[in-house]
């Protein structure tokens, strides 16, 4: 019942959101968009829905291929699991929620828990680490070719967002090489923490983070020992990534405007809107990933378009991940 509740206030936040930020956007232009959105070729948005089924087609690939290893489940089911960790990350701050479904929904096909966390640790590492490879690319294209204006407020941002997602990978790799180094850094944020009293109990935190540390440190050896399955999870998600990210591309065209943007300016526009997204602490980043579409994208798309554009996006990319999942959930409990 708490989870249900818990569900229910986070779709009723997710969905003021929403209709806060439709507002903001329609409000000026809402006559135009419609128009723009009426004269569209659907057959392009048809193929932007298809890129993002593919997307998660691969991250549930990966599953499949992970467990497989060592349990065995049905590509079916991996994509189910997909589905409703795409709803549950996107109503929970920091899409926090859906690896927990994970480690819960793998667990209801007899792995063991320990396992089932360690696969859903690994998924975590492959998807990491692809995404700081593409924010690596993106922030280089840009340093060479400037293809966004100066602007600090969008520099500290991205800078942020890319910062913290290399500190997770490097803190992700550090436990590979030395536990005992990580522990002590780990013990040392601890400390000032409870110096400027953010958190209580000490010995309590260290403990929950021996525990975490020792799981990460686990499943860190089992993939020095299986470079393939990395470096394919790696790939497989770098690929998941670019189906996700090339979409605003094939919606403009949608919207017959084929003289905006290109393929590398798409690429390299996407992961920069999602580098920042990646610390607001909102359901789906709602708001920061907004703001950064129309600034990014708004170097290349004209205001029409772009806010057209910008609708058809969020929809594909968030909300539907949402729908479907929160369907798939909704079947699995009436089965169960």
């Known amino acids: 019942m708490e989870l249900i509740k818990n569900i229910k206030k986070n779709t009723i936040i997710l969905l003021l959101i929403t209709i806060s930020i439709l507002v903001i956007i329609l409000k000026d232009d809402l006559n135009s968009i419609i128009n723009t959105l009426i004269t569209m070729n659907y057959l392009y948005i048809i193929i932007a829905i298809l890129l993002f089924l593919l997307s998660i087609g691969l991250k549930a690939y990966i599953t499949y291929k992970t467990v497989n290893d060592k349990e065995r489940i049905s590509l079916k089911e991996a994509i189910k699991h997909n589905l409703i960790t795409q709803f549950f990350n996107g109503i929970t701050p920091f899409s926090t929620g859906g690896q927990p479904m994970e480690i819960y929904m793998l667990t209801e096909h007899n792995i063991p828990l320990s396992q089932a966390t360690n696969i859903t640790i690994q998924n975590f590492i492959f998807y990491q680490t692809a995404l700081v490879i593409y924010g690596g690319l993106a922030v280089t294209y840009n340093a060479l070719f400037h293809i966004f204006p100066n602007s600090p407020i969008l520099r500290k941002l991205v800078l942020l967002g890319f910062i913290i997602n290399i500190l997770v990978a490097v803190g992700l790799f550090l436990i590979t090489i030395s536990k005992k180094i990580t522990k002590k850094i780990v013990y040392v944020f601890i400390k000032i923490l409870v110096f400027f009293k953010i958190i209580k109990n000490e010995e309590e935190k260290r403990k929950n983070w021996d525990a975490r540390l020792t799981e990460f440190h686990t499943t860190a050896k089992t993939l020095r020992k299986r470079k393939k399955l990395f470096f394919g999870g790696v790939i497989l998600n770098l690929l998941s990534l670019s189906c996700v990210y090339i979409i605003p591309l094939v919606i403009v065209y949608g919207l017959n405007d084929f003289t905006s ?63 479907l999942g929160a369907l798939t959930f909704s079947l699995e409990k009436k089965e169960k």
């Open 261 to 323: 943007l290109n393929i590398p300016d798409t690429l390299t526009s996407s992961a920069y809107v999602l580098i920042m997204g990646s610390f607001v602490p909102i359901p789906g980043a709602s708001g920061g990933i907004e703001y950064g579409f129309l600034k990014f994208y708004g170097n290349f798309i004209p205001k029409i378009t772009l806010s057209a554009t910008l609708l058809i996006w969020r929809f594909i990319t968030y909300y539907l991940g949402i729908i």
